[in-house]
């Protein structure tokens, strides 16, 4: 995609005009990530990373040594717009965002992924000339606050069929209602997700197509019974 593109991708900048657009566009920074590259980890500078081609997921190492997917950030998603203000009220911002602290956070490519990341200093700049953008970040962090209540929620669902059909349900809906979806990471990151291993979540898997809720090849997915999955 051309680079005068990117910050139009964004939510938080797509209600400025032109001008405006091509001022933060000029502020930012393309770099490209293979699969398996980190995108920033707890070590890197106070940015926001936002995603232009492929996709990244976003997880934090658990007290015991795990990681703990906690979301895929695709085209037009972004990062880290709780750490832009670091010493100034981050903390709060970062548990309500994110569900972990934003610090403890790390971005993985998925594929071939071309992100913009533009720098904690220009953006407290853009803020200065454009302070409607505040108000949009706070509109970003609370939607991210009700998806991580929401996630928390979900993890305290007993059976783990439960969460796999309610997660295949959101797909679709995220597809535009689309009964054709398919699942934007490896068996093992959908299994860490969904608060379980991955041979469990074959066998849920298998279980769902054996009794005639999905057709599966792959990570491509057939909802042949929207309502019957529903009421799992």
């Known amino acids: 995609m051309p680079h005068d593109l990117?910050?139009?991708?964004?939510?938080?900048?797509d209600g400025l005009v032109l001008?405006?657009?091509?001022?933060?566009?000029?502020?930012?920074?393309?770099r490209m990530f293979g699969k398996g590259d980190i995108v920033f980890s707890p070590a890197s500078e106070p940015q926001l990373t936002i995603v232009a081609r492929g996709s990244m997921k976003v997880y934090r190492i658990s007290p015991n040594g795990r990681e703990q997917l906690?979301?895929?950030?695709?085209p037009g998603g972004y990062e880290g717009e709780a750490r832009l203000f670091d010493n100034d009220g981050a903390a709060a911002a970062d548990t309500a965002a994110n569900a972990a602290p934003a610090?403890?956070?790390?971005?993985?490519?998925?594929?071939?992924?071309?992100v913009c990341i533009l720098r904690r200093s220009d953006f407290m700049e853009l803020l200065g000339t454009h302070p409607q953008l505040s108000l949009r970040l706070l509109s970003a962090v609370a939607g991210k606050m009700a998806r991580a209540e929401e996630q928390a929620q979900f993890l305290t669902m007993g059976r783990v069929e439960e969460r796999l059909a309610m997660y295949l349900?959101?797909?679709?809906?995220?597809a535009g209602g689309s009964p054709r979806i398919r699942i934007p990471m490896t068996m093992r990151e959908l299994a860490s997700?969904?608060?379980?291993?991955?041979?469990?979540?074959?066998?849920k898997l298998r279980l769902l197509?054996?009794?005639?809720?999905?057709?599966?090849?792959r990570r491509d997915i057939l909802i042949r019974d929207p309502d019957r999955l529903e009421d799992i």
């Open 103 to 114: 610090h403890n956070l790390y971005g993985e490519a998925l594929g071939d992924t071309k």
């Open 193 to 203: 997700y969904l608060g379980t291993t991955p041979e469990t979540l074959s066998r």
């Open 19 to 30: 001008d405006d657009q091509m001022e933060i566009q000029r502020k930012t920074r393309f």
């Open 6 to 13: 990117c910050v139009q991708l964004v939510p938080l900048f």
């Open 169 to 174: 349900l959101d797909l679709s809906k995220g």
């Open 70 to 74: 906690l979301r895929v950030v695709e």
């Open 209 to 217: 197509e054996e009794e005639g809720y999905i057709a599966r090849r």
